[in-house]
């Protein structure tokens, strides 16, 4: 199984200011014959179910604002929010969808400072 | 509009089984793939059994295979999860998630908002 890990496990952000959150993968996730990484980020907020953000590790969804962006290849991908809003404040994973199972990270928790 | 509405969770003793349903509309059902993913309270998230709307192929998790069975209703625009054997880790609120294409291999779009299930005695 590819094994998902995510830094640090919670940060806490000024509001305006920018947050990173890292996530890597135990094998590349990569498919060489697309050139796609094959890697979605999801934001949970209390009471809530996921909701899309990123996929293909950089591409948003539509609706997400772009204050969201993803970026990375291989195993090394980063979540950036540019100017943290007080909506933001939510847990944020990482999956990835390359091989069976499609492994989540454990999660990062996102506050205001 | 895309939605998504699982139902069938409750309180079961360690061995039983359920049947959690998810009952899909806004999108032509049949032809994407469908997932199942859980979250133990105050946990994070577990893909646990994917449905492919391309060829019908079905993954499960190492954690569920030989007691979990997805299938779907194309006709009913349901997906289903069939939880035998079930034990106490199986507690969660376990969500139904459309992928973005038909293959398998595809990030979950939208998600519902959950059934728990409870396995205790």
């Known amino acids: 199984d590819i094994v998902m890990t995510q830094s640090p496990d919670s940060l806490a952000v000024s509001l305006g200011e920018r947050a990173t959150i890292n996530c890597k993968s135990s094998q590349s996730v990569l498919y060489s014959s697309n050139n796609k990484n094959y890697l979605g980020w999801y934001q949970q907020k209390p009471g809530q179910p996921p909701k899309l953000l990123i996929y293909?590790?950089?591409t948003r969804e539509s609706g997400v604002p772009d204050r969201f962006s993803g970026s990375g290849s291989g195993t090394d991908f980063t979540l950036t929010i540019s100017s943290l809003q007080a909506e933001d404040v939510a847990v944020y994973y990482c999956q990835q969808y390359y091989n069976i199972p499609f492994t989540f990270g454990p999660g990062t928790k996102v506050d205001i400072k | 509009e895309v939605q998504l509405l699982e139902s069938g969770g409750g309180l079961v003793q360690p061995g039983g089984s359920l049947r959690l349903s998810c009952a899909a509309s806004g999108f032509t059902f049949s032809t994407y793939a469908m997932s199942w993913v859980r979250q133990a309270p105050g946990k994070g998230l577990e893909w646990v059994s994917a449905?492919?709307?391309?060829?019908?192929?079905?993954y499960y998790a190492d954690s569920v295979k030989g007691r979990f069975t997805i299938s779907r209703d194309n006709s009913k625009n349901t997906l289903y999860l069939q939880m035998n054997s079930l034990r106490a880790e199986d507690t969660a609120l376990y969500y139904c998630?459309?992928?973005?294409?038909?293959?398998?291999?595809?990030?979950?779009?939208?998600w519902g908002q959950g059934t728990l299930v409870t396995v205790s005695s």
């Open positions: 293909w590790a950089s």
């Open positions: 449905i492919c709307g391309d060829d019908g192929s079905t």
């Open positions: 998630a459309k992928s973005s294409g038909g293959s398998c291999y595809s990030v979950s779009h939208y």
